[in-house]
């Protein structure tokens, strides 16, 4: 999410997302749930994974390393689904290259649907959306090193990731490029100081008096 907030293509956003970080506001809050599923949609945690077509037989577009390509597809077969194109869909979401903050919320199907729901689906924007409102109070917060340029078309990106060749699977690498990794470890940053004004950084809410007598014992706390 920070990674594509810093890219060139998309900085401009940052500072509207520090505005929004600076309020307590529902409103505010569900902008930045807003910012934190179009990056999922543009830069997804995850790239992909393997579905094992069902007795109904389909054309499935998008196929290729360039998706341009369209597949005949039967009974079991196995398909990867690639996330990265499928949130760039172009016949799905209108103008997909662009941040909107104003997109279906029935779009977003990164966590699944119907019976592949992921649990925490309508958690994980919250969260997502908490982290962004912290990473965005912090004063001067910036990457300390130039981005790598990565895939056929170099694109640009503060992780480092190579395109599996003959597939359209990313996967992250090691910062020297010696090796692939799991996990996106390639970004660092960093940020002056904490504001020492603002005691809402890592807030922690402890529950009301009546709260607490109701239930016998303190509530966990609530981060924010």
């Known amino acids: 999410m920070l990674d594509l907030f810093f890219t060139k293509e998309y900085s401009h956003h940052w500072e509207h997302i520090r505005e929004l970080s600076q309020s307590d506001d529902d409103e505010a809050f569900e902008q930045l749930e807003r910012y934190a599923l179009e990056a999922s949609r543009l830069c997804p945690a995850g790239f992909g994974l393997f579905r094992t077509v069902a007795p109904e037989s389909a054309n499935v577009s998008g196929c290729g390393e360039d998706g341009s390509q369209t597949c ?3 009974e079991g077969d196995t398909i990867f689904v690639n996330f990265v194109s499928a949130g760039r869909d172009a016949t799905v979401f209108e103008d997909p290259l662009k941040i909107k903050l104003n997109r279906p919320y029935e779009l977003y199907i990164q966590q699944g649907i119907g019976k592949h729901t992921c649990p925490g689906k309508r958690i994980t924007p919250v969260a997502m959306a908490s982290m962004l409102r912290v990473f965005a109070r912090l004063k001067n917060l910036k990457p300390i090193a ?3 340029h990565n895939g056929p078309n170099g694109e640009e990106s503060y992780l480092k990731w190579r395109v599996l060749p003959g597939t359209p699977f ?3 690498m090691r910062p020297d490029g010696s090796d692939d990794w799991p996990f996106p470890t390639t970004l660092k940053v960093s940020f002056s100081a904490f504001d020492p004004d603002d005691n809402r950084m890592f807030k922690c809410d402890m529950p009301h008096e009546e709260k607490k007598k109701a239930n016998g014992s303190w ?5 924010f």
């Not at 509530?219 to 981060?223: D, E, G, I, S, V």
């Open 72 to 74: 005949d597809t039967k």
């Open 146 to 148: 130039a981005p790598y």
């Open 170 to 172: 990313r996967v992250y």
């Open 219 to 223: 509530w966990p706390p609530h981060f």
